[in-house]
């Protein structure tokens, strides 16, 4: 049975809850920086005082007492030590973000009593294996509410459903630490149903969770009588199911945990990616008839999802985000928030990456071709170079040569994966320029091999494990482990229904592609003793779904029997061929009319310019087509052929940012000599 947690102040609420089973009464001291991080959300913020402690902690029989502090300050010691005094039993940090926080908070506690870290920011969970090496953490709890909030994201619970709180269960299963999560509610109740996360909590090893505002909320019953009365018959309920959970198959919890995805990715996605037409209003007003709209928390959403993925198998792992898919610089700069990789294949990629802030030792440059002038520089401060040919490797030698500075340098290794296909790129490994290369790097000491990377184009499930079996026997027979393996990028993303029925094959999930290669890897360097860091370069499994380009109907025609709709935008606006792309129609005429087999066509000369074919259903002129899935290439291959660009904008309750402006005469001609 999960240890219960409830926070309150009132010593009768206190005593009724231990009567019917809660196995800690919280008091919450925390206030330091909460107003600012949970503005304007319905969240519980507790007016709670260290007198409090004295007057419950005394009463207690059962129920241990719990006390969160604020997150570490100046003042820290001397809270402990008045909270201990008090009559505090257990005592949990909040917002800890280092493993001097945590070294801090153990020191000054200094075993008098348990101490329970809340883990609540995604820089607990980057440092979170250190921390598990202390001594003196008696409990984790893992905080959904101010983590889902620091990694960006839209709804608490993705956090169970991307894979982020299964591996850091596991990591702190392997501790041997006992750990819960987050809160539940009252039967019946949450957004997600309590059913489904009492069962998540069992599935992942989960002993302890937080009694949310729901299971008795003494803000709206206030008869002492009827408080009791809840806890008694919400308890009863609760340890009930508890039992029937308890019992289940693995079907059955599988099950569950598939339908907890869907439920949170639905909730999400009407949160976040529905535009309906009182939103269309707004954004039609400020940006006129096309303009893209991002979507960054699905964006971020993907980003953890992928990486938690394959950290399941791998945990050294990290994700180097493919630049040259889509480079808007917000999306550049989350990914560095997210501690990944910058993945350049161009001087101004490369120009792009540090200008959001990306450290040079975070960049890894590709491309088969390379400024010397910027290689020259950028090398020497610490960019990875990915060597595609001889010339570069003779390049770089030369370079090296005139610096006092380490080189880090990786090769771009071309086997054969059995996918039909002969890549241009990197250095064939069976080549006579892949052994010259080699030894260019290994006789020169500025030179430090760093990466071995590999990239192929095709997205199939059934290549990702070739691709890793090879890398094995390339390390095999080179005797050379690097710190670093580079898988490269082609894998397909989270993608619209619409748009997956269209494919001949089954479109694999994150957790398919990880489990497709991941664990041949683990494998193989378990057996060595050693673990490089494993990294790939997603692009469009990142962005697809993170964009939706918005044009509007100008005209409807009908040519020999064929009905065409023009309209305010271009197959070049969402860089999709031979599929149709996920639409939605917005309607701003009543005049509708049903069409059958229509093309939705752009506004480009080119007889080939149809974003849609065949289509049916109602349309009329002025209405707003909505298509999804646009965030891959889209924006980065769109020329200004026609007409420039169009706005690039976010949109959240209803405020909009403008996250790219509409193009203008003078942008495109700026550089001509008139």
């Not at 965030?631 to 769109?638: A, D, F, L, P, T």
Request: aromatic share 10%; with cysteine; hydrophobic share 35%.
């Amino acid at each position: 049975m999960l240890k219960l947690m409830y926070i309150t102040n009132s010593p009768e609420v206190a005593l009724i809850a231990e009567k019917y089973g809660i196995d800690r009464i919280w008091i919450d001291l925390e206030t330091l920086g909460k107003e600012k991080r949970q503005n304007g959300m319905n969240t519980v913020k507790s007016n709670h005082t260290i007198s409090d402690i004295k007057k419950i902690a005394p009463l207690l029989k059962k129920s241990d007492m719990l006390v969160r502090i604020n997150p570490i300050n100046k003042d820290s010691k001397k809270e402990i030590n008045d909270v201990i005094a008090a009559g505090a039993q257990l005592v949990m940090l909040p917002m800890w973000k280092s493993v001097d926080d945590v070294e801090t908070f153990l020191s000054y506690v200094n075993h008098r009593v348990k101490t329970i870290l809340l883990l609540e920011t995604k820089e607990a969970v980057d440092c979170l294996d250190d921390v598990l090496k202390l001594k003196g953490i008696d409990e984790i709890h893992i905080g959904l509410n101010d983590l889902h909030l620091s990694y960006g994201l839209t709804f608490m619970f993705e956090l169970l459903s991307n894979g982020v709180v299964e591996n850091i269960c596991n990591k702190i299963k392997k501790a041997n630490i006992p750990y819960g999560i987050g809160g539940i509610a009252k039967l019946g109740y949450g957004d997600l149903p309590a059913e489904k996360v009492i069962i998540e909590h069992y599935r992942l090893g989960s002993t302890r969770a937080i009694l949310s505002r729901s299971f008795c909320n003494t803000a709206l019953i206030t008869d002492i009588n009827e408080i009791e009365q809840t806890f008694k018959d919400n308890m009863k309920h609760l340890r009930e199911y508890e039992e029937k959970v308890s019992k289940m198959s693995d079907k059955e919890i599988n099950k569950n945990t598939k339908e907890v995805k869907q439920i949170v990715n639905n909730i999400v996605n009407k949160k976040n990616t529905i535009i309906n037409k009182e939103k269309m209003d707004v954004l039609k007003e400020k940006c006129g008839d096309s303009f893209y709209v991002l979507d960054t928390k699905q964006f971020r959403s993907n980003f953890i999802e992928l990486k938690s993925a394959i950290e399941k198998y791998y945990p050294k792992f990290n994700i180097a985000y493919s630049y040259k898919t889509n480079y808007i610089p917000k999306l550049c700069r989350i990914i560095n928030e997210l501690n990944g990789y910058a993945e350049v294949v161009s001087e101004m990629e490369l120009q792009l990456a540090l200008k959001v802030g990306v450290e040079p030792n975070r960049i890894i440059w590709n491309g088969p071709i390379k400024n010397s002038d910027y290689l020259s520089e950028y090398a020497c401060k610490g960019v990875t170079v990915n060597i595609d040919n001889y010339e570069e490797a003779i390049l770089l030698d030369n370079i090296s040569k005139k610096s006092s500075k380490k080189i880090n340098v990786g090769i771009r290794c071309n086997f054969d994966v059995d996918d039909g296909v002969i890549s241009r790129f990197g250095l064939d490994t069976n080549s006579e320029d892949f052994s010259k290369v080699l030894s260019i790097i290994n006789n020169n000491k500025k030179l430090y091999l760093i990466n071995l990377q590999c990239h192929f184009a095709k997205r199939q499930l059934d290549y990702w494990p070739n691709r890793a079996k090879k890398m094995i026997e390339l390390i095999e027979k080179l005797k050379v482990i690097p710190e670093r393996i580079d898988l490269g990028g082609g894998l397909y993303g989270n993608m619209d229904n619409r748009l997956k029925e269209q494919f001949s094959s089954a479109i694999p999930s994150y957790q398919e592609y990880a489990l497709s290669f991941a664990p041949i890897l683990h494998d193989f360097f378990e057996k060595k003793g050693v673990y490089p860091e494993l990294i790939i370069e997603p692009g469009s499994a990142l962005v697809g779904d993170s964009m939706k380009f918005v044009c509007t109907v100008n005209n409807i025609k009908n040519i020999r029997g064929k009905y065409f709709a023009s309209v305010t935008g271009s197959q070049k606006n969402i860089s999709m061929t031979g599929v149709n792309p996920p639409i939605d129609i917005i309607k701003y005429n009543n005049d509708s009319k049903e069409y059958k087999d229509l093309d939705i066509v752009g506004y480009t000369c080119i007889e080939g310019d149809v974003l849609f074919k065949n289509y049916s259903g109602k349309l009329s002129v002025g209405d707003v087509i909505v298509i999804s899935n646009c965030g891959s290439y889209s924006i980065v291959m769109k020329p200004p052929f026609i007409l420039p660009n169009f706005y690039i904008v976010e949109m959240s309750n209803n405020e909009i940012e403008i996250i790219k402006n509409k193009e203008s005469f003078d942008y495109i001609f700026e550089t001509y000599n008139f």
